[in-house]
């Protein structure tokens, strides 16, 4: 990928916070998450095994997300990412430590519950999911116009 709009990618990505995740197993399921992004533009969220959504996942690792600014006026600029790829549950707790300091800088609030310790100890269920885009669209009608947009396949 072009590093200018890799660039370009993270830096809107790193401005948000809130992701829609699609998933589907036997049914289409969407959940909203808080989620961090990586250097390589993989997202990392942080759910409950338990839940609807990392259940799908566990089936049919293929999903959808899409991140756009919720606050944005409807007569504005739009601005935002769609994107595919592949989910899955992120083992190893010394990883897992890692990419919860990640998660944290973009999230912040929950460091005292969401961290390896509750984890370890099951005081909390939850575990950090990676996901691995394989097609990302930027629509960007501040900087490409109208029907604007920039796609790359990963």
């Known amino acids: 990928m072009n ?7 993270s830096k809107y990505l790193k401005s948000q916070r809130l992701m829609t995740l699609a998933t589907c197993a036997d049914k289409p399921w969407v959940a909203t998450v808080y989620f961090a992004v990586d250097n390589d533009l993989n997202f990392y969220f942080v759910s409950s ?16 997300v899409n991140v756009a600014d919720s606050h944005t006026p409807n ?4 601005v935002g990412i769609q994107a595919q790829g592949v989910a899955s549950q992120v083992k190893g707790w010394e990883r897992t430590k890692v990419l919860l300091k990640m998660w944290h800088r973009a999230a912040p609030g929950m460091e005292g519950v969401v961290n390896v310790k509750s984890m370890k100890e099951k ?6 999911y990676k996901i691995q885009p394989t097609f990302i669209k930027y629509f960007n009608q501040k900087l490409y116009g109208e029907e604007g947009c920039k796609t790359v396949r990963l």
């Not at 338990?50 to 999903?63: A, G, L, P, R």
């Open 3 to 9: 590093k200018d709009i890799k660039k370009e990618f």
């Open 75 to 78: 007569s504005a600029k739009k």
């Open 123 to 128: 005081i909390i269920s939850s575990r950090v």
């Open 49 to 64: 095994p338990k839940s609807k959504h990392c259940k799908d996942i566990e089936k049919n690792s293929k999903v959808a």
